[in-house]
């Protein structure tokens, strides 16, 4: 039901873990399952993303989206890692089953997130970038608004 690189990328996550001091960390839960997902990003001055780690209390999925997101977002600059979506996750990875697709917003998101909190310690304004809806800052139960 998995594809060999789903399997791959679940069995061997890549870039597992935090980055210390990290340009921009982003953390989201899952509406559907409940899970969370946390990013860290590191980003030189000329906007490129030179590390990427995430740490997940995903499914497996989760994880192997996650793997696969972070590889594709390395090295890219921050315009070209908005265009990593799910989607094109998913088909790095060969696809997911349907009851799945869900597991892979969680990185599209967590990078969102993590490329916003970056955005906001910078000052700066990243075109095409949405405050994340899922967000969770720590610490704090978020009274949102925009419910
Ligand atoms: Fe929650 Fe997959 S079931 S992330």
Redesign the pocket.
């Given at each position: 039901m998995y594809s060999e690189k789903v399997m791959d990328h679940f069995q061997h996550p890549r870039n597992v873990g935090e980055i210390e001091n990290a340009s921009g960390v982003g953390t989201v839960g899952?509406a559907k399952?409940g899970?969370i997902m946390r990013m860290y990003l590191d980003i030189d001055e000329n906007g490129v993303i030179k590390e990427a780690k995430f740490k997940t209390f995903?499914?497996g999925?989760?994880v192997a989206t996650s793997s696969m997101a972070t590889e594709l977002v390395k090295g890219k600059t921050i315009q070209e890692a908005l265009e990593v979506t799910n989607k094109a996750v998913m088909e790095a990875l060969d696809g997911l089953p349907p009851v799945?697709v869900h597991?892979s917003l969680?990185a599209e998101e967590a990078i969102h997130a993590a490329l916003w909190d970056y955005a906001q310690k910078n000052g700066i304004e990243i075109e095409g970038l949405k405050k994340p809806k899922s967000d969770i800052h720590e610490g704090e139960e978020e009274e949102s608004e925009e419910y």
């Open positions: 899952n399952c899970d995903g499914c999925a989760a799945k597991c969680l």
